[in-house]
T-cell receptor
Framework: QQQVKQSPQSLIVQKGGISIINCAYE??????FPWYQQFPGKGPALLIA?????SEKKEGRFTISFNKSAKQFSLHIMDSQPGDSATYFC?????????????FGTGTQLKVEL | DAGITQSPRHKVTETGTPVTLRCHQT?????MYWYRQDPGHGLRLIHY???????DKGEVSDGYSVSRSKTEDFLLTLESATSSQTSVYFC???????????????FGEGSRLTVL
């Protein structure tokens, strides 16, 4: 059961362009939606995150857009750079006594070409 | 860096042998997690711990066991490894008491396991 669906699986963007990755979730109990960035041979690292009471969050060139009624959220990377080439994972969680059990999407491999 | 060390980083073993992966943290965080990463599946939670000797199952726990006898160490054991357990395993920790109720996890660099 895939509770967080992510698309596209891979994405090629020209330098300076906008990269857009989309995710949809099913469980309305989720209350925290982070995006992780992963470079080859490394562990995922938190990039940006949003809570459902906010429709948009921007940090530098990275923006999360959140649509609670549609149960969808997306990552926009403005002015994409070759250094942004990585795998991106959306995720969702809700806190329980057992901690933050993140449910991840399947990942998007982004390549930014010169 | 979040002070997480995984060992071994690479291991090749044969079907039916036991394997133990170790996660060591220096951050004194309460929560620790083991995920596996496979193409087309993203990261999936195997087991997690919310304190010393307090552990519970994740979504793909079959064939795995864990132990946490000290705050800093979380062990993942494959009692009898199978080829389907060939994967990259990541340990993660929650980020401090102030952020214990967020999704902010810090990940180790992974342990690549190949079961022949």
């Amino acid at each position: 059961q895939q509770q967080v669906k992510q698309s596209p699986q891979s994405l090629i963007v020209q330098k300076g362009g906008i990269s857009i990755i989309n995710c949809a979730y099913e469980n309305t109990a989720f209350d925290y939606f982070p995006w992780y960035q992963q470079f080859p041979g490394k562990g995922p690292a938190l990039l940006i995150a949003i809570r459902p009471d906010v429709s948009e969050k921007k940090e530098g060139r990275f923006t999360i857009s959140f649509n609670k009624s549609a149960k969808q959220f997306s990552l926009h990377i403005m002015d994409s750079q070759p250094g942004d080439s990585a795998t991106y994972f959306c995720a969702a969680s809700f806190f329980t006594g057992g901690g933050n059990k993140l449910t991840f999407g399947t990942g998007t491999q982004l390549k930014v070409e010169l | 860096d979040a002070g997480i060390t995984q060992s071994p980083r690479h291991k090749v073993t044969e079907t039916g042998t036991p394997v133990t992966l170790r996660c060591h943290q220096t951050e004194n965080h309460r929560y620790m997690y083991w995920y596996r990463q496979d193409p087309g599946h993203g990261l999936r939670l195997i087991h997690y711990s919310y304190g010393v000797k307090d552990t519970d199952k994740g979504e793909v726990s079959d064939g795995y066991s864990v132990s946490r006898s000290k705050t800093e160490d979380f062990l993942l054991t494959l009692e009898s490894a199978t080829s389907s357990q060939t994967s990259v395993y990541f340990c993660a920790i929650s980020g401090g008491l102030a952020r214990a109720n967020t999704g902010e996890l810090f990940f180790g660099e992974g342990s690549r396991l190949t079961v022949l």
